[in-house]
């Protein structure tokens, strides 16, 4: 070959690599050539971007310096596997930028060999953070929105054990004041019939006005006149019958009863029957007790529609419905309308309260709070069984209102107490207990409430204790 002819030649050569360098050099990927010592042969700009370095840098550095630590092992893994001749599809080693932050890549690493020996290895890379943090990102998306399920749940499942517990408080006086008057609707009839009876006696004038005085007083029903110690009542409900069954009135035992309760004596009775006609205490006597029953069905629809308004209320107070997401709370209205809303559940519980009444309102979402006191109280409940003492106590310690509810039950052992805070921690057996109740608390009292919670406990007295602050607005 002529000189020429390998002039031409090595120009060739020098554009051919030139060519293929500024491909490497260029490339997207992260590019290495790495010497059987760790040392680099070779690194593209990718490389260098990534992992911060300058080219007269990475002449100072081995493969090692830039090998996150928590991948080292495994890396090392990789290179024994390459050096011992195999190549490589699915490398996934994590790199170190020069500032110490971790680059987790994927790629091929091949091997260059001259005579059988292998004089280097070639890496090609590609930098997979953003795909990672977009599936990290999925993934807390995801637990997120399980989380927030579990929470719908559990609030559903509030309601749920809610409504099941007013139906319960609701059904009593409904079908209370539904008895009432359909048996108010019966006497109303009887009573046509009992004063036609008595007019066919024809009344003198002075006769009905001592009846009309026997009837008001069993309609108003004075009941403060009426014997209250046992003993007297049972001497004048004696003295009654025996007055009225001497005179032939049906069933005197029965309704001796009555009268006395509504405060009519033997006496009253003797002074309105003197100079009746006779034949006519019968019926005299039949409608006094009829109107003393009227009136007892008229007391108990009054007391049962307002035992129904009355929760009603306290549904409608313990939810705020009526009003805005943040106001200024009482706490002890919240507590109070909390307990009717659990009455179901305090059946059997002593209720103790120990109030400071002096504490003002303070600045809170009110239905939030009063789920709080519900989870809390529920618990106690579940605690004592059903029966036992709790107690509400609220005081004020420097500028924060402090809220302590103690039961007298089981208690929470030294194991679980640091634990009864984290979602789903549960000691309750499967279906009766999520383990969110006192999570949710937790939530509602630190993050929306700048609050604090915490729980002591012993067997026989757990308090759970909120602290809440009271803004400087409310103090005055
Ligand atoms: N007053 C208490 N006395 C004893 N243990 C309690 C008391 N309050 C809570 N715990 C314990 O803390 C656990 C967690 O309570 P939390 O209210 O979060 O869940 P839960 O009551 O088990 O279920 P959920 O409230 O979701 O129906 C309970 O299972 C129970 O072991
Ligand atoms: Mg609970």
């Known amino acids: 070959m002529s000189e020429e ?38 690194v593209n700009n990718a490389w260098l971007r990534t992992l911060g370095y300058t080219a007269e840098e990475v002449t100072k550095l081995i493969i090692w310096d830039v090998i996150y630590p928590a991948s080292m092992e495994h890396c090392q893994l990789l290179f024994a596997r390459v050096f011992g001749g195999e190549e490589l599809q699915d490398a996934d080693p994590v790199f170190m930028t020069k500032d110490g932050a971790p680059v987790p890549v994927e790629g091929s690493v091949t091997i260059r060999e001259l005579d059988g020996k292998i004089i280097a290895t070639h890496g090609f890379f590609r930098d997979i953070s953003e795909r990672l943090r977009a599936r990290e990102l999925e993934e ?43 048996r108010l609707s019966d006497a ?30 069993a309609a108003c029903g004075d009941s403060s006149v009426a ?30 009863p009555n009268l006395v309760a509504a405060g009519i004596s033997a006496e009253q009775i003797e002074e309105m029957a003197t100079g009746l006609p006779a034949g006519a205490l019968n019926p005299a006597i039949k409608r006094i007790v009829e109107v003393c029953e009227e009136r007892e069905l008229t007391n108990v629809i009054q007391r049962s529609t307002h035992r129904i308004s ?29 307990l009717i809303i659990l009455a179901h559940r305090l059946k059997n519980v002593t209720v103790k309260r120990d109030f400071d009444r002096s504490l003002p309102a303070i600045p809170a979402h009110g239905s939030g709070l009063n789920q709080v006191w519900t989870n809390i109280l529920d618990n106690a409940v579940d605690a004592v ?20 509810i103690t039961d007298d039950g089981c208690g929470i052992s030294p194991e679980d107490v640091s634990r009864v805070f984290e979602p789903f921690f549960t000691t309750k057996q499967q279906g009766q207990g999520t383990g969110l109740g006192l999570d949710i608390a937790w939530r509602i009292i630190t993050q929306e409430h700048a609050g604090m919670l915490d729980v002591e406990s012993r067997p026989g007295e757990t308090t759970f204790r909120v602290s809440l602050p009271i803004a400087p607005a409310a103090k005055d």
Do not use: C
């Open 227 to 256: 014997p209250t110690d046992p003993l007297q009542i049972s001497e004048a409900e004696e003295e009654l019958e025996s007055w009225l069954s001497d005179r032939g009135v049906d069933k005197a035992w029965e309704i001796a």
């Open 5 to 42: 002819d390998h002039a031409a030649r090595d120009a060739r050569l020098m554009e051919s690599e030139a060519r293929y360098r500024a491909v490497i050099e260029n490339a997207s990927d992260m590019i290495q050539s790495v010497l059987p010592d760790g040392t680099f042969e070779f």
């Open 188 to 217: 109303l009839l009887q009573q046509n019939e009992t004063l036609q009876e008595i007019q066919a006696f024809g009344f003198s004038a002075e006769q009905w006005q001592a009846f009309s005085a026997t009837l008001n007083r």
């Open 385 to 404: 069984n059903g029966q036992g003492t709790i107690l509400i106590r609220t005081r004020r310690d420097g500028d924060r209102a402090v809220v302590e």
């Open 140 to 182: 807390e998306n995801a637990r997120l929105e399980r989380e927030k399920l579990a929470r719908y749940l559990e609030k559903m499942a509030a309601l749920g054990k809610l409504s099941a517990g007013l139906a319960h408080e609701l059904n009593n006086p409904a079908a209370a004041a539904q008895r009432a008057s359909a």
């Open 310 to 338: 009355e929760l009603v209320s306290a549904v409608k107070a313990y939810s705020y419905m009526d009003q805005a997401i943040e106001q200024y709370v009482d706490l002890h209205e919240g507590l109070e309308n909390t």
